[in-house]
């Protein structure tokens, strides 16, 4: 590998020095005196020599077993096999986690063959001397018995953090009456995330949002320190000598170490409020551009009706600055904090979708730079189901430009470049993080395909003991009729088909089946539908997030009065409007919502107040909902989990319920 790594050097340093240096927008960015922000020196600081080795830190540091490591030749190959052999367990035990799947290569076997290749046996290495010539060793899979221990130094949390962060945590802690300075929730996370392992946990809600943020900034700015330590004692260290041993190979291409996705300014705002009360005591530190960064960040860009409020989760999300095209840089010194950082002189960078999306550009376009992302360790992607409301193409764009090697030299000091960051391996040490308010494939398959820690991945898996149907407080029936679709990718096509030949024709004739609300998920499937309608000459209404307001309102005026029989909806456009459409009859769910409240909120709709009673009486409603086994996750939170597995599993295709006074 020696001698593809030096042939790798020569072909990127060549590459770099026939491109031409393109310009980051980032680093355009100016101070508070206006001048250009040049990448920080790093200064010098004191290292404890009670509780660090001579490296900077602890020898038994996760930090250090992770990323200062060599990749052996075998375990690459493993990671490289497209249908590798990769072991799955099912972990239970967990008291607020409970249960999780975990992949991920065998560690016995891997380890076994990595110290048969290298004759080195586990019980002779000297970690009190770790450097990048040592063989990584995978660690083991979860075990619920450690989540027992309450203390941030026992998750090898540096000294200063665990001062602050108890201060910061102070509110989740009097909220969930803690003992320590963690809820349980946070420690089992911080668990998971100090040794490395991906993770996927769709379990965010509005209660335990900032104890989750909170947790996964203390991780971000402990993965920081760690960093930044380790580079000052370096450089102490090779102040008196010429040469750079291979132990001292400590960077990557480029500065920025950590990116924080999330959908809106309001979230980054949170965030960076977060970092800064976890990196700098109250008084001991300064916060560089901290006034642009209130104005452009904070207050409110939506009204929240007082008088007939918005639900609480649509309060709590569109609350504060909502836009949603935005990036900052922000970079730690010794005593400051500078934001609006140019991005190569960042350490972390935090950032929407669509924000980065123009900045790293399409393939051809001229102006486009993803360089900044080549050396990214840790990636968190907060509220991760709103990235589905807004684009998830956008998502999938850029974590394809993950780790890509740079196509040009940025003050890059090729010496200290840790080798498996030379060989392009990058996107096997960088840890990813995703939390969600909701469990889809979309997400499951974005961890599978492009997050590939060799350390192994977490997901959690959601268990609905109570579905979001019992919510449902109308009489009506509802009824759920199931389509076997043969494969996913022709999943939408069979669905299509069943619904305009088998459950269309009977709303289309019956004249008590007006008033009928088609609810669909997707916006390509709300095309179709619509084109359908127009050919057919079929009468109907539409609102979908594209429809502006007057169209909007003539459409709800159209269906109350009668004069569309069905009115199309989207589900994108009751996440970000929530309208109360009045007159419904009848609901036909196309596909079930992303969001298992959504179906309760439409099903209560069908109320007598808001219904026009002379046109109709709500006596006939009814709701009827299609599924398939691919909407399992979805099927499961509305119904909850043990019936959905009746369901699909039984012979019968169709089901009732009925909820409501009888």
Known sequence: MNKNRKTAMEMIK????????????ANTEEDADGETLEETVIEEAEINPDVENENGMDCCDPFLLHFEREMPEYLLNRLKEEKASKLQLSIKGWPELEKFNYFGLDCHEINDQVQKDRDLHRTTIDLSSIGTSQPILLPNPPSPSLSKNFSLESFQIKSQLCTTFPIVNQKVIDSESCHGSMSNLQR??????????????????????????????????????????RIIHHNAKLSTRMDVPDSYRDQGFVRPKVLILVPFKDSAFKIVKTLISILLPEEKGNVANKKRFNDEYSGSTLFLPKTNPKPDDYNAIFSGNVEDNFKIGFSLTKKTIKLFTGFYSADIIIASPLGLRLIVGAEGEKDREYDFLSSIELLIMDQADIFLMQNWDHMLHLIKHLNLQPVTTHGTDFARIRPWALDGLTKYFRQSLMFSAIFCPEHSSLMSKYCQSFAGQIRLLRQYTRGSINDVTVQAPQVFQYFDASTLPKADDERFEFFIKTVLPTFKTDKLMSHTLIFVSSYFDFVRLRNHFKREQTSFVQICEYTKDKKVARARDYFYHGQGHFLVYTERVHFFRRFRIKGIGHILFYQLPQYPHFYSE???????????????QRKNSSINVIYSKYDTPRLAAIVGSDRASLMLSSEKNVHAFVSGEL
């Open 14 to 25: 060549k590459k770099m020095m026939m491109t031409k240096v393109i310009t980051d927008v």
């Open 188 to 229: 089992e996370i911080l668990e998971l995330a100090s040794q490395y392992f991906d993770g996927y946990f769709p379990i965010r809600t509005i209660e335990n949002e900032e104890a989750i943020r909170n947790i996964y900034c203390l991780h971000a700015a402990n993965h920081i320190l760690k960093t930044r330590t």
């Open 602 to 616: 439409l099903c209560n709709s069908i109320q007598e107040d808001f219904q026009n009673r002379r046109v109709r």
